[in-house]
């Protein structure tokens, strides 16, 4: 069987297991967040915080309790690293350097999973474990979250309220996250990946040098790290390691795990906006875009533009052997089309069409599946801006689910939308412009720029995978990329929340022979196009210089 053969086998059963899962899961994950009785488990939790579960908030308090529960979350995975020396089972690690404490701790709760450090050389188990780990389950919640309290703002009429935070945030880590990540985490172990909390050992080695290694509970935290979109690896190489990720199996199976609930979240929504078929153009416009981007990548890569890679037939530098450039390919394009930043393959490595094509995902907005959660109420963004433009061109105002799209609404989605091209641009232009930035470059030239470009464009939209090729742990980096992470993660969370907040309060408009149909194929393609339009005319100049420029060297 041919290399090409195999990774359209590759691609289409996971396009098939996904599709099985839709309905299903969907459903599922609709009743859990519309349903009102709570579990033993969930009313202790929520005594235990002082929440009053059956009481609805504002668009502005879930706002704040989101904003309450991160800076908590930030401040206690900061103490962790900072004291982790003199915790049970640190290794003998030491506390982690104030600058990355704050990156990493800004990275796991915005769940951008950004690592400017070798895991199994810098964490303890319990930092692992009871600090990131944990911070893979709730920041993957929150975001789930979010999207529900917007899909309710659709859902809901004359009404001032979406939802309970809190609850949200239980149900969605106790009843979805915690059930997948545990059969992941087993499937894993039957795979290969290791589960321990043992020390260090060491072993001679073939070329007579000593090498040591950490054991780790590798399984638990890589299959939340997927399934939740987070993407921080026990190991440096991450999902390149044998004991993450150990087979060709295994690295479908993380696939499918960092796309599944994203792609069956639009089920939810079409459940709660009582019309299946919104669902289903959701989905089929996050479809549209992923197999365009998943076909480019496989594209340049299998063809490996270059004298060198020709002559051979395909670049395996960067790639890991067992599996091959085609899985490689899949697994980058997954990760950046979602904001997972799980890796295994080196991004750097990538030919100059293939690793523009993965920073074009990212700067889509991560939207096809994208982030549980954020993926789906960035589409939904994406689809009020495409339901205004097509109200300018017929000269009436625009609605969408029977909601008018004013000024008000307009402006909240122009404002999220310009909040990722803001930072991308303003943070890699200081980098380019200050020695601080360009010194920790190792390359020079367009792919040196694509190399910074692709840092703040996976910071800024929550993603964490990196380029490689650049020196990201100084104070430089681990502050700004912070900050990106931080403004990326919950400027676009308020801007969607009042949103959502606007919706709700409005009083349904009838369907009329004006209103355009958004659950048609029309409507799918308006929507790719105008979301593919918007980022090029946004970003073409800085890929111009960076990836494209590359290419045509």
């Not at 701790?105 to 474990?129: D, K, L, P, R």
């Not at 750097?348 to 959660?373: C, K, R």
Request: overall charge neutral; charged content about 10%.
């Amino acid at each position: 069987m041919s290399a090409t053969t195999a990774g359209v086998l590759f691609i289409a059963s996971l396009l098939l297991a996904l599709a099985i899962c839709y309905k299903p899961l969907g459903d599922h994950m609709y009743r859990v967040y519309a349903g009102t009785r709570h579990s033993a488990v969930e009313r202790g939790i929520y005594r235990l915080l002082g929440v009053k579960a059956d009481t609805e908030q504002s668009w502005g308090g879930y706002v704040r309790g989101v904003l309450a529960f991160s800076v908590l979350s930030v401040l206690f995975l900061y103490g962790l690293q900072r004291l982790q020396e003199h915790l049970f089972l640190s290794l003998g690690m030491a506390a982690v350097e104030p600058s990355l404490a704050w990156n990493t701790a800004v990275s796991f709760t915005t769940n951008t999973n950004w690592q400017a450090y070798s895991g199994e050389a810098a964490m303890g188990h319990v930092v692992q474990t009871a600090g990131l780990a944990v911070q893979n389950f709730v920041s993957a919640a929150v975001g789930m979250a979010v999207a529900i309290a917007m899909v309710r703002g659709f859902a809901r009429k004359k009404s001032d309220t979406l939802g309970n935070f809190w609850v949200d945030l239980v149900r969605g880590t106790l009843r979805i996250l915690l059930p997948l990540a545990f059969v992941g985490a087993l499937l894993l172990v039957a795979g290969g990946a290791i589960q321990t909390f043992g020390d260090h050992f060491s072993w001679s080695t073939l070329a007579g040098g000593e090498q040591t290694f950490t054991p780790a509970a590798a399984a638990s935290q890589e299959a939340i790290k997927d399934l939740g979109t987070n993407g921080g690896g026990i190991f440096n190489v991450n999902s390149a390691h044998p004991f993450e990720n150990p087979t060709s199996w295994t690295n479908w199976l993380t696939i499918f795990l960092l796309t599944v609930i994203a792609s069956c979240m639009p089920r939810t929504f079409g459940r709660m906006v009582g019309d299946n078929r919104q669902g289903y153009a959701i989905v089929s416009i996050m479809a549209v875009i992923a197999v365009i981007s998943i076909g480019v990548t496989n594209w340049a890569e299998l063809s490996a533009h270059g004298t060198v890679p020709q002559a051979i037939g395909q670049a395996m530098e960067g790639r890991e052997a067992r599996f091959g450039v085609s899985n490689s390919g899949m697994f980058a394009t997954a990760t950046t089309l979602t904001s997972t930043g799980s890796v295994n393959s080196f991004h750097d490595s990538y030919t100059a069409v293939g690793g523009g094509m993965l920073i074009f995902n990212m700067l889509l907005g991560e939207v096809a599946p994208g982030g549980v959660g954020a993926g789906l109420y960035g589409m939904l963004i994406l689809a009020v801006i495409t339901v205004f433009v097509a109200g300018l061109m017929v000269g009436r105002t625009p609605e969408y689910l029977g909601k008018k799209i004013g000024t008000r609404e307009i402006k909240l989605a122009s404002m999220y939308f310009l909040v990722t091209p803001m930072l991308v641009l303003i943070g890699t232009g200081v980098a380019m412009a200050t020695e601080q930035g360009r010194s920790a470059m190792l390359n020079t030239g367009p792919h040196g720029l694509s190399e910074v470009l692709y840092a703040f464009t996976s910071a800024s939209n929550n993603n964490g995978s990196a380029f490689a090729g650049l020196g990201a742990n100084t104070t430089f980096y681990n502050t700004a990329l912070g900050l990106c992470m931080v403004f990326g993660r919950f400027l676009p969370i308020v801007l969607a929340l009042a949103l959502a907040g606007s919706l709700a309060r409005q009083v349904p408009v009838p369907v009329s022979a004006g209103t355009l149909p958004t659950h048609r194929p029309q409507f799918v393609g308006m929507v790719v196009g105008v979301t593919v339009v918007l980022v090029a005319l946004t970003f073409l100049p800085a890929l111009a210089l960076g990836p494209l420029a590359e290419g045509l060297l």
